[in-house]
């Protein structure tokens, strides 16, 4: 299984990749570029996918999607990772009030719909690339946070942990020395679940309206641009950012699923 989402993402990747190379060097159309072409072409030899209400090809918007829907997804689970890790660590490992106030605080964004969560963020942070990640971000830093703290509750405990007291080491040492790489290894299965998860809130958001400018090929985006057409009968304009979406979020979890069962039996 691990396999199967290893490739299925690999595919993604070299499709983010080789995309922006093709456009430069004429070989595909720019995601923005068909004012010329008909409206709403069904797909042909000239267009395998079709066009969309602008003339826009629908393969090229769909296959430039790849590319920002993986760069958005990797810049938020990212930061979530740098944010909420450490803070589930620290607060893991000193209790007290800190960790009482951050428990609560992060307690209560896990309550909130994942979804419903992203909506109000992006209409703190607004539209566009980064300001969508640093919503996305703020979503799963909870997640990163309750897992990693729990561990460090239970890694705290150990012997181990007692006996570098003893010799006098100071809590940071402790910390970077030994609760990380004994609670780190959670974490690569919740990074996995985390970009699937993304990439369905990240095509949610555009597909309300509030994620990237249309000017930006996403396929949440091309999907509420493409509501009222399918109703008329033409389904290319939804189908294949759909497929897209839809492959991807498989990938990442098998990839995911396989991960977690690989580390199971090694455990």
Excluded at 43 to 72: F, I, N, Q
Excluded at 94 to 112: A, I, K, N, P
Excluded at 205 to 210: A, E, I, N, S, V
Excluded at 212 to 222: A, H, N, T
Aim: with cysteine; hydrophobic share 55%.
């Amino acid at each position: 299984m691990a396999l199967i989402g290893v490739g299925i993402v690999a595919a993604y990747l070299a499709i983010a990749l080789v995309t922006p190379l093709l456009i430069h060097f004429g070989v595909l159309p720019s995601a923005n570029e068909g004012l010329s072409n008909p409206i709403y072409s069904s797909p042909s030899y000239e267009h395998w996918c079709g066009t969309d209400r602008l003339g826009r090809d629908v393969c090229v918007r769909t296959m430039e999607g790849c590319g920002v829907a993986l760069k958005v997804v990797a810049l938020a689970v990212t930061l979530a990772l740098l944010i909420g890790v450490p803070l589930g660590m620290i607060s893991g490992y000193l209790g007290g009030f800190l960790d009482r106030v951050l428990v609560l605080l992060m307690d209560t964004l896990y309550t909130v719909p994942v979804l419903l969560l992203s909506v109000v963020m992006a209409f703190l942070f607004g539209r566009g690339i980064l300001n969508a990640s640093m919503a996305l971000c703020v979503v799963y830093i909870p997640q990163y946070f309750r897992v990693v703290r729990n561990q460090s509750v239970q890694v705290k405990a150990e012997l181990f942990i007692d006996a570098a007291r003893s010799i006098g080491a100071g809590s940071f040492w402790i910390i970077r020395r030994y609760l990380f790489k004994n609670v780190i290894t959670t974490v690569p299965v919740l990074i996995t679940m985390n970009a699937a998860d993304a990439v369905l809130v990240l095509g949610g958001l555009g597909f309300l309206g509030l994620g990237l400018p249309e000017s930006i090929p996403e396929w949440g985006s091309d999907l509420n641009l493409a509501l009222n057409a399918v109703s008329t009968g033409i389904w290319w304009t939804a189908l294949y950012p759909g497929i897209a979406m839809f492959g991807l979020v498989l990938g990442l979890s098998f990839l995911g699923e396989g991960l977690e069962s690989f580390l199971a039996r090694k455990n």
